[in-house]
């Protein structure tokens, strides 16, 4: 029956771009809202007509709830998506599903289980600069190596939950799509080696202040790609820098510029915005669950990225090459 009647975990950036979708698509109505803090999350309700919940565990028991998203921290989205699936709603979850594979497991386990919807937003799948370069993928042959490096620059470091090692997770598991990218263009991973460097918070012993994090992944075609992610204090020149290698030519994406480049020249690819992803994604669920329409990506391809990003985290801890 519509509208969809929907309850929202988290207050910040994501959340607010979901609200506004829901409230301006007829399919849907914005019913809760549960945040970490009473205070926002009693001005979230009132900005976009929410009943302002005590907290995600109240939330999810509400019966006049058909779908729940989860937008808080990455630390907490199994035990939300677990406790939402239980109470019989569908669920949408930002990337990571979780951060341990095995309850990530579980979790699709259970929404096949309950017959609920179980899906992981991944927007990078959506953007023009995703969609250009899978157009003009085959006009470079076979791809023969990929460099993708994800660099942010911040002084000083904020004293946000993405500098939690706790909350945010492994930094290739918090920020998932950019390994998630790599795998929905090129296919299955045979083996992965990984380094990562922190520099701790000498007040504030649990965060840190910059991160950076290495990875070459071969792939099951013989691709190789070398993954690089890093934001915070001691980093000092920004990159959105993709490239890709192929026999007949190759693609280059720096910022939002993409090129292609051939024997006969190079022309520029049209990438597109980059705003409007969260709504895009939204708007696809409602299509799903209204229409029966397929959704964008499938849990198990979210799952599938989540095992090599997780192979990763342990490559740099154990010093060694992981297979898959």
């Given at each position: 029956?519509?509208?969809?009647?929907?309850?929202?975990?988290?207050?910040?950036?994501?959340?607010?771009?979901?609200?506004?979708?829901?409230?301006?698509?007829?399919?849907?109505?914005?019913?809760a809202v549960a945040g970490h803090s009473p205070d926002k999350t009693a001005e979230f309700g009132q900005t976009y007509a929410a009943d302002p919940m005590?907290?995600?565990?109240?939330?999810?028991?509400?019966?006049?709830?058909?779908?729940?998203?989860?937008?808080?921290?990455?630390?907490?989205?199994g035990t939300v998506v677990r406790a939402a699936l239980q109470a019989g709603k569908h669920v949408v979850v930002e990337y990571p599903l979780s951060l341990d594979v095995a309850e990530a497991e579980e979790l699709v386990n259970l929404a096949q289980a309950q017959s609920r919807l179980l899906h992981v937003e991944h927007i990078e799948l959506l953007s023009g600069i995703h969609v250009a370069l899978a157009e003009a993928l085959p006009e470079i042959g076979t791809?023969?190596?990929?460099?993708?490096?994800?660099?942010?620059?911040?002084?000083?470091?904020?004293?946000?939950?993405?500098?939690?090692?706790?909350?945010?997770?492994f930094p290739l598991i918090g920020a998932l799509s950019r390994l998630n990218r790599l795998l929905d263009l090129f296919g299955p991973v045979e083996s992965v080696s990984c380094q990562a460097r922190f520099l701790p918070r000498l007040d504030l012993p649990d965060f840190y202040t910059t991160c950076i994090c290495s990875a070459h992944l071969r792939f099951s075609s013989g691709l190789l790609?070398?993954?690089?992610?890093?934001?915070?204090?001691?980093?000092?020149?920004?990159?959105?820098?993709?490239?890709?290698?192929?026999?007949?030519?190759?693609?280059?994406?720096?910022?939002?510029?993409?090129?292609?480049?051939?024997?006969?020249?190079?022309?520029?690819?049209?990438?597109?915005s980059r705003r409007g992803l969260f709504a895009k994604d939204t708007q696809a669920v409602l299509d799903h669950l209204t229409e029966g329409k397929p959704l964008y990506i499938e849990v198990a391809a979210s799952l599938y990225a989540l095992k090599v990003a997780d192979a990763a985290r342990r490559s740099a801890e154990l010093g060694q090459a992981i297979a898959l």
């Open positions: 029956m519509l509208p969809l009647r929907v309850g929202l975990v988290g207050t910040g950036y994501a959340a607010k771009l979901r609200a506004e979708t829901l409230q301006a698509d007829p399919r849907s109505q914005l019913i005590p907290s995600w565990i109240d939330l999810v028991q509400r019966t006049d709830l058909d779908l729940v998203i989860v937008a808080n921290v990455n630390r907490d989205h791809p023969f190596s990929v460099r993708y490096s994800s660099v942010n620059p911040q002084q000083p470091a904020p004293h946000k939950w993405t500098y939690q090692f706790d909350l945010f997770g790609a070398e993954l690089v992610y890093g934001k915070g204090e001691a980093l000092w020149k920004a990159e959105r820098l993709l490239e890709v290698q192929g026999d007949r030519g190759a693609l280059l994406f720096e910022g939002d510029q993409g090129t292609l480049v051939q024997p006969n020249g190079t022309r520029p690819l049209e990438t597109g």
